[in-house]
């Protein structure tokens, strides 16, 4: 059976030796692959929404999340509209981890 062919079939529905002549065709490269998209997925940024979600991300009270807003420490990290809040949770981290 070709390759190609053992690709396209489900495994529940593969022999022994077929299931280990597709394991033995795996390239490394196949493997750096699908770490490389892992680690992309990974990098994607992180958010918070709300003083709750401050409040969790620093380990600390509703009131104190407030007052760490209101101080400004994290300031770049937040985009508010209105009374929706936004937090970049690695750079609020970063930045409150600087003050």
């Known amino acids: 059976m070709y390759i190609s062919e053992l690709k396209e ?4 529905q593969m022999t022994g ?3 280990l002549q597709l394991l ?6 196949d ?6 998209s892992q680690e992309t997925q990974q990098s994607t940024k992180r958010y918070v929404y709300g003083i709750r979600g401050i409040a969790d991300l620093l380990g600390c009270s509703i009131t104190t999340a ?3 807003k209101k101080e400004g420490h994290i ?7 209105g009374r929706k809040i936004i937090v970049d949770a ?3 981290l ?3 981890a600087k003050k």
Do not use: G
Request: proline share 3%; glycine share 0%.
């Open 9 to 12: 079939k489900p495994v529940w």
């Open 17 to 19: 030796e077929e299931l």
């Open 24 to 29: 033995q065709t795996v390239s490394i490269k």
């Open 31 to 36: 493997f750096k692959e699908l770490n490389t």
């Open 66 to 68: 407030n007052k760490i």
């Open 75 to 81: 300031k770049k990290a937040i985009i508010q509209r």
């Open 90 to 92: 690695d750079l609020a």
């Open 94 to 96: 970063e930045l409150f």
